[in-house]
């Protein structure tokens, strides 16, 4: 008797809920037969809406969106997207002379030379008054100059830079639910009362307010940081990371482009007293928050500590607190449910990872489908791989923290000294004092590699503050006019690069098809930002975000990054 699973059932909309069936439904109508596929439902409450804060992504989300066949113009239209060409971070470290530092870490590296990283020869030689980034990639000088992403009249997700989008989050799920909905998933808008199990534990029914039961092979836990299924009905345990992350609230704005035809094309994290803001520059608005620690600001001093950061642009608004349950649950497939997005975890979001980890979470479950069994091998392994993701992401997050070497406020001592830090990180950290990170090295990396682990060390310049006295003079021996040589040619390629770039607000409106003809070539490249058709631009309203009794009583739902 064929034992194939005949329907699975999301549970909960937003991101989390419309990124699962838009990747199933893809794998699956690439693979299978329609009589061979499992029926796709998403049920969705009508009332809790989504208020999505989760505007930045990482370089995978071009690859998906190309995977399912979304026209990427349709995609910026519809969303307001912009170009994402890293994260610039902002005061997190103080350089030798208790200067503040800055610096991107971007999607992309740069070339061996000799066989040996550019990371050896800058740590070795430097570069005058460029930082490592902006010694090896145009990204950095890409967004300071308000550039976009790729050149003018390119084909759709054209990749000669890496790049993401910044994006809204509640159109972007809007648009998956169409997508979704026109592609065959059935879209049940009810509320779940209660779920049932059976005697060996599976969710069995879920009760709706107006259809009554519904029956459940597979169920995916989509509600958020309530856990609706995984934790509250299955009673899978929480574990807390508080004792590695400090921050466990946030507050967000959606703010005017203080100039709308200049927009920057990264994200900013710029770190404050007790936290850092985030800072998202969409087509039309930026989207801002800042995520720090109750244990060192209260709501009242970190609302006050934001607005005065924001300036005029958080003048008469009112930011409500988001509180963050920052960890995740212990499986996040136990017997017939798989809890993706905040139902299965959250690690703060410093560096956009909750859409790429939801990515990874779908493809390995099409990867570990079961049958009507629920096998358990498969459900290990599933579990297994996801352990991973989060150490990954764990580690990479916490190095942020305990690599600061700021002193004006206690919640930076504290979050370099008293916070724990995994013990592979701490092993690496011990290693790198004597040479850079190498590809050995990170065990697991489906975002952050060696690479980039290179990055945050050299643009934290903790090198030149303390951290692995005396490595330059261990490090193997190099030939100096290897890398000034190939610095040379890499002025030439970086002037030209620079000069060919459309500004961003030119390159989104040719993507959005609102120039009066489409531009293409060098010469369109070089156009001035153009100005937009029509009257002047209608202010934008700050938007406040969902307050704490709201979250708490499940009124309104929350994507973070």
């Given amino acids: 008797m064929n034992n194939r699973l005949r329907k699975i059932t999301i549970v909960g909309g937003g991101t989390a809920g419309w990124m699962t069936a838009l990747i199933l439904e893809m794998v699956f109508s690439r693979t299978s037969a329609p009589k061979d596929r499992p029926r796709i439902c998403l049920i969705e409450s009508p009332n809790i809406s989504t208020v999505g804060v989760g505007e930045a992504t990482v370089p995978r989300m071009p690859v998906t969106l190309r995977q399912a066949g979304i026209s990427e113009r349709d995609f910026f239209r519809e969303t307001n997207a912009s170009f ?29 030379l000799e066989g040996l990283e550019p990371a050896e020869y800058f740590l070795r030689f430097g570069n005058g008054d460029r930082d490592f980034t902006q010694s090896i990639s145009p990204h950095d000088d890409l967004a300071r100059l308000c550039k976009g992403g790729r050149p003018l009249g390119q084909p759709e997700f054209e990749q000669r830079f890496g790049y993401a989008y910044h994006l809204d989050a509640v159109k972007f799920a809007g648009m998956l639910t169409r997508v979704c909905t026109k592609r065959g998933v059935e879209h049940i808008q009810d509320e779940v009362k209660s779920v049932e199990l059976d005697e060996q534990g599976n969710v069995s029914h879920l009760m709706l307010e107006k259809k009554g039961r519904h029956d459940i092979e597979m169920v995916v836990d989509c509600t958020g ?33 203080p100039d709308p035809e200049k927009i920057e094309s990264v994200t900013r994290s710029t770190a404050l007293g007790a936290g850092w803001t985030w800072r998202v520059p969409l087509f039309n ?18 609302a006050d500590e934001y607005l005065e950061w924001l300036g005029d642009s958080g003048k008469g ?27 299965g975890g959250f690690i703060e979001p410093l560096e956009s990872t909750a859409i790429h980890m939801i990515d990874h979470a779908v493809r390995w479950f099409a990867e570990h489908l079961p049958t009507r069994d629920i096998e358990p091998s498969l459900r290990a392994r599933y579990n297994k791989q996801m352990d991973k993701l989060y150490d990954e992401v764990l580690d990479f997050i916490c190095l942020h923290y305990r690599l600061g070497n700021r002193t004006d406020d206690q919640y ?37 590699d060696f690479r980039v682990y290179q990055t945050v060390l050299l643009g934290k310049q903790v090198y030149d503050t303390g951290y692995g ?27 030209q690069i620079l000069r060919s770039m459309p500004d961003h607000k030119t390159l989104l409106r040719d993507i959005r ?49």
């Fill in 513 to 561: 098809g609102e120039l009066e003809r489409p531009a293409f070539g060098k010469a369109a490249a070089a156009k001035p930002t153009v100005a937009m058709p029509g009257a002047a631009p209608v202010p934008l309203a700050v938007q406040n975000m969902p307050n704490f009794a709201e979250i708490q009583s499940g009124s309104k739902d929350l994507q973070l990054f």
């Fill in 412 to 448: 930076w001592i504290d979050a370099r000294t008293e916070m724990k830090i995994p013990d592979r990180l701490a092993e690496n950290l011990e290693l790198w004092q004597h040479r850079l990170p190498l590809e050995r090295d990170i065990e697991f990396a489906t975002l952050f």
């Fill in 285 to 302: 608005r930026v989207g801002t928050g800042y995520v720090y620690s109750s244990a060192h600001r209260t709501d009242e001093q970190a």
């Fill in 84 to 112: 994402k060409l890293g994260v610039k971070f902002c005061n997190w470290n103080k350089d030798a002379k208790g200067n503040r530092i800055d610096y991107v870490n971007p999607f992309a590296h740069g070339q061996l």
């Fill in 317 to 343: 608004a009112t930011p409500r607190v988001i509180p963050m349950r920052i960890g995740r649950v212990r499986n996040a497939w136990v017997k017939n449910c798989v809890a993706i997005g905040l139902a």
């Fill in 469 to 495: 006295a005396g490595i330059r003079d261990r490090l193997r021996p190099l030939k100096k006019p290897i890398w000034f040589q190939w610095w040379k040619g890499a002025k030439v390629d970086l002037a």
């Fill in 225 to 257: 940081f309530r856990g609706l299924i995984i934790n509250k009905a299955l009673g899978e345990p929480f574990m807390d990371y508080s004792d590695y992350l400090p921050n466990d609230r946030a507050m967000a704005l959606q703010i005017e482009h």
